[in-house]
C-alpha cells in the first residue's frame, strides 16, 4: 500500500504562482510514476496536468506547458508541482497519484484545492 499526502493549495490572484507537494509513504519501489491530475468541476473526468517517472521521465498537459513544472526528490519520495503564471481556468482540486508501471497498481491523494481569481 501507498499513502499519499497532498499540500499546498489555496487561493491566488491570476499571474500568481502556487507550489503543490506530494509525499509518498508505503511499500515504495522503483519503476513507478507519480503526477498530479486536476477535476472541474466535482463529477467531470480528471484531467492529466503533469507526470514524472522514477527515472526522471516527464510529461506535460499543452495547456501548463511553460508555466508549471513537475520535479521529485526520490530519497523522500515527495514530488512538487511548480506552477506560475496560475490562470482562471486553472482553477480546481488538484490530485497526486502515485502508480506502478509494471502492474498498473495505482493510488491517489485526497486532493487539495487550487483557486486563482481573475
Known amino acids: 500500500q501507498v499513502q499519499l499526502v497532498e499540500s499546498g493549495g489555496g487561493l491566488v490572484q491570476a499571474g500568481g504562482s502556487l507550489r503543490l507537494s506530494c509525499a509518498a509513504s508505503?511499500?515504495?519501489?522503483?519503476?513507478?510514476?507519480m503526477g498530479w491530475y486536476r477535476q472541474a468541476p466535482p463529477g467531470k473526468e480528471r484531467e492529466l496536468v503533469a507526470?514524472?517517472?522514477?527515472?526522471?521521465?516527464?510529461n506535460y498537459a499543452d495547456s501548463v506547458k511553460g508555466r508549471f513544472t513537475i520535479s521529485r526528490d526520490s530519497g523522500k519520495n515527495t514530488v512538487y508541482l511548480q506552477m506560475n503564471n496560475l490562470k482562471p481556468e486553472d482553477t480546481a482540486a488538484y490530485y497526486c497519484?502515485?502508480?506502478?508501471?509494471?502492474?498498473?497498481?495505482?493510488?491517489w491523494g485526497q486532493g487539495t484545492q487550487v483557486t486563482v481569481s481573475s
Open positions: 497519484k502515485f502508480q506502478y508501471i509494471a502492474s498498473a497498481a495505482e493510488y
Open positions: 508505503g511499500s515504495i519501489f522503483r519503476g513507478n510514476l
Open positions: 507526470i514524472i517517472s522514477s527515472g526522471g521521465f516527464t
